[in-house]
């Protein structure tokens, strides 16, 4: 079991839906990012929330839209996606470097799998 | 600025080293070292931030070169256990010499050790 929960494990939604996935920790990390992982490739960043903040956007198109409530959740707001857009979401989280620069591993969560039909 | 990881992929025998390497054309504040197993999420392994560390974690160490940019995973008398994907991670520094946090994957080394 991870220490970064991710909701829902799987996701259908066709070109027209709005959906959302969730993230949370309880891990007292100050950073949490969302990564895209498609088949067979590396995880691929798109955003960085650093203190509830967003720290980087890694030129993700508009129709993904991130949000951060509070410094245990992250989520993404999916809108007009493509098909293209199917694959694994990855969250994951990390402790302020400020103090420690070792102790900033990436905890990641288990997932959202996401089909676009 | 994703990394360049060596080789593709490593198949093994239990018992057997193996050497990943892991190379940017930036000069890095890090270099994150991960491994995947199908179906699960990606799981850390270490850290390396100064150039000559080396750092171990049981049977799997790792070294950075800072000058060259470069890092190395060693896998020691593997195990089954071992098999999955090792994705290196780096973050590139920046001007004040830190990093802003953004760290981006290597394509990945699939390492498979039969019995």
């Known amino acids: 079991d991870t220490e970064v929960t991710q909701t829902p494990k799987h996701l259908v939604m066709g070109m027209t839906n709005k959906k959302s996935l969730k993230c949370e920790q309880h891990?007292?990390?100050?950073?949490m990012y969302w990564y895209k992982q498609k088949a067979k490739k590396p995880p691929e960043l798109m955003f960085v929330?650093?203190?509830?903040?967003?720290?980087i956007n890694e030129s993700v198109p508009s129709r993904f839209s991130p949000e951060c409530p509070n410094s245990s959740l992250l989520n993404l707001h999916l809108h007009a996606l493509q098909p293209e857009d199917s694959a694994l979401y990855l969250c994951a989280s990390s402790p302020s470097r400020d103090r420690d620069p070792y102790n900033s591993p990436l905890h990641f969560g288990n997932g959202t799998r996401l089909t676009v039909t | 600025q994703q990394p360049v990881q060596s080789p593709q992929a490593v198949i093994l025998r239990e018992g057997e080293d193996a050497v990943i390497n892991c190379s940017s054309s930036k000069a890095l504040y890090s270099v994150h070292w991960y491994r995947q197993k199908h179906g699960e999420a990606p799981v850390f392994l270490m850290i390396l931030l100064k150039g000559g560390e080396q750092k171990g974690h049981e049977k799997i160490s790792a070294s950075f070169n800072e000058k060259k940019q470069q890092s190395s995973l060693y896998l020691t008398a593997s195990q089954l256990s071992y098999s999955g994907t090792y994705f290196c991670g780096t973050e590139p520094r920046v001007n004040y010499g830190g990093s802003q946090g953004n760290l981006i994957f290597g394509k990945g080394t699939k390492l498979s050790v039969k019995p």
């Open positions: 929330y650093s203190y509830e903040k967003l720290s």
């Open positions: 891990m007292g990390h100050r950073a």
